[in-house]
Each structure stands twice: as structure tokens, then as C-alpha cells.
């Protein structure tokens, strides 16, 4: 149903800590805006340094272009990119020859680094007071929270690739 300025909103009441979750989703893809623009980045070129950056294992182009959603010939495009400017490098896997490792590299990471030591900074100064059990629940939630997200993505990816 349209509010006063004729927006739809959602039909279904949330949980006030959902909706603090979507808020802060927003809030976050709104950081990532600024960040990508202070580090003179595209959001998709972003998105690649983020998944390589935090990925549990080296990744290589075609992990990231799934990652991505993008084609292996995008991705290639946007790894070069990214080398070009100094931002990754390749790096052979020293034991299948074959494969090739996306790598950030350091001023990359440092330059990154940079430009979030405020946010963190004031992320860490928001739970300072917060009691230890208060902190305790906090990350509890994150990482319950964490864990639906992953396991909607997976679903959504196997699902995805069973259509095509």
C-alpha cells in the first residue's frame, strides 16, 4: 500500500531487528558507494577486490565471475583492469600450473585500509559501553544473521544454475 508520498512499502510486519538489518544493508551499500568512490572504483570492481579480499581461499577468474554474476569474458576484462591499476596481481598455484590466483595486492589493501580506519573506528566507539553479555548477543545475532544470508545465497546459486 502507497504511503503519503505514494511509495509501495512492505506488505509484511518485520521483526524491529530485521528491519534494523535492512536499514543497515542499505546504509552499507551506501558506504560501499563512497568508498568505491574515494578509491576512484566502480562498484563491480569493488565488489571483485571484496570477494578476493575475503574469500577463504585464493580465487581465480572463474570463481569470480560466478561470484560476480558476470561472464568469464567480463571478468577477464575487469581483472585487467584491476592489474592495470595495481590493485591485484596474478600469482600461479604452485601446484596445478594451470590455475591462476587473483591476489590484492598490499598497496591495495593499505589503500583500502585507509579509508575505512574512521568507519571502523567509529563502528568499535558504537558497542565500547556495551556489556560484555550485551556484545556476547550482538555477535551472536551477526552470526546467526551471517549464516541466513550465506544459506539464501547458496540456494538462490544452486537454483540459478539448475534453470540454466
Not at 18 to 29: D, G, V
Not at 125 to 136: F, K, T
Request: net charge negative; proline share 5%.
Amino acid at each position: 500500500m502507497p504511503d503519503q508520498s505514494g511509495r509501495e512499502h512492505l506488505s509484511w510486519e518485520l521483526e524491529p531487528e530485521t528491519r534494523a538489518l535492512r536499514l543497515l544493508q542499505t546504509a552499507m551499500a551506501d558506504a560501499e558507494v563512497a568508498l568505491a568512490h574515494r578509491l576512484a572504483m566502480n562498484l563491480t570492481d569493488m565488489s571483485a577486490m571484496a570477494h578476493l579480499t575475503f574469500a577463504p581461499d585464493p580465487m581465480g577468474p572463474r570463481e569470480l565471475s560466478d561470484r560476480l554474476g558476470i561472464t568469464p569474458a567480463a571478468a577477464t576484462d575487469l581483472v585487467d583492469r584491476l592489474e592495470r591499476v595495481g590493485h591485484l596481481e596474478r600469482r600461479r598455484d604452485t601446484v596445478d600450473r594451470r590455475r591462476v590466483h587473483l591476489i590484492p595486492t598490499a598497496s591495495a589493501l593499505h589503500q583500502v585500509a585507509e579509508e575505512l580506519r574512521p568507519l571502523i573506528a567509529a563502528l568499535d566507539d558504537a558497542v565500547a559501553d556495551y556489556s560484555d553479555l550485551e556484545r556476547a548477543t550482538v555477535r551472536r545475532y551477526l552470526t546467526d544473521a551471517l549464516g541466513v544470508f550465506r544459506r539464501f545465497a547458496d540456494e538462490s546459486g544452486k537454483s540459478h544454475h539448475s534453470r540454466s
